[in-house]
């Protein structure tokens, strides 16, 4: 078995690559089983299923740089996406048009996430370990669900009112929040869905590690509260 700092990587480049997936493609938008929904639908819960998993095995510290990670991510593909539509094209080049049509709605995407992203991730971190501390580590699937779905709707509502408010004169108010509740109810779907694999993934994570993770959690809590009595 790899070591934990590892595995720790491996599920960084996930989360990452999960993150860019679905805002580079989550500009398309799709009926799915009847509802609609963009196509990020299919790998942006994977980055809440993630950080889930951090937070339970690694603690606060190593969250935050999952965070910092995929903003720094999604900064850097909107400012690439900006100069490669942005760039003349050459001569030759015929497909120039498609080109910008589908990245430039793409960049509105990003930019969206970002702020999304922000928003959803800084709450699901929160909560989880409000939770944590609340049960006293224990009922992992109540944590995992109760942080997830709410920090799901925080970013259903921030990410689809940036990213589509208006792209064409379909995009009202109105049909906002028609995508906005059922896609916010397939999130929660999937959200349900993954609870068996967050006991998987801290399982696989750290086997042996989670009395440590304990032990710094409690490190990190009487540093902060060390830190708020002396300021």
């Not at 679905?22 to 639908?41: A, E, R």
């Not at 003349?88 to 999304?116: D, H, T, W």
């Not at 669900?145 to 792209?167: E, G, K, P």
Request: glycine share 4%; net charge positive.
């Amino acid at each position: 078995m790899k070591n934990i700092d590892y595995k720790t990587q491996l599920l960084l480049a996930v989360f990452v690559s999960s993150l860019l997936l679905g805002n580079l493609l989550g500009s398309k938008v799709i009926s799915f089983f009847g509802f609609v929904s963009s196509v990020g639908i299919f790998s942006y819960p994977l980055t809440f299923l993630i950080t889930d998993i951090i937070e339970e095995v690694r603690g606060r510290e190593v969250s935050k740089m999952f965070l910092h990670s995929g903003l720094i991510a999604l900064c850097i593909s909107a400012l690439f996406v900006f100069i490669s539509t942005n760039f003349p094209p050459a001569a030759f080049y015929q497909g120039n048009e498609a080109y910008k049509s589908v990245f430039s709605n793409s960049l509105r995407v990003i930019l969206a996430s970002i702020i999304a992203f922000l928003a959803a991730q800084s709450h699901d971190l929160w909560a989880f370990n409000f939770w944590k501390q609340k049960t006293g580590g224990k009922y992992l699937w109540l944590r995992n669900n109760l942080s997830t779905i709410f920090s799901q709707l925080i970013d259903s509502l921030v990410f689809m009112f940036i990213a589509f408010y208006h792209q064409t004169p379909e995009f009202t108010s109105y049909r906002i929040f028609q995508m906005i509740l059922p896609y916010w109810a397939i999130k929660i779907f999937f959200a349900l869905l993954d609870t068996p694999f967050v006991y998987l993934g801290v399982r696989w994570l750290a086997p042996e590690g989670k009395i440590d993770c304990k032990k710094k959690d409690k490190q990190e809590n009487l540093a902060e509260k060390k830190n708020m009595l002396e300021s």
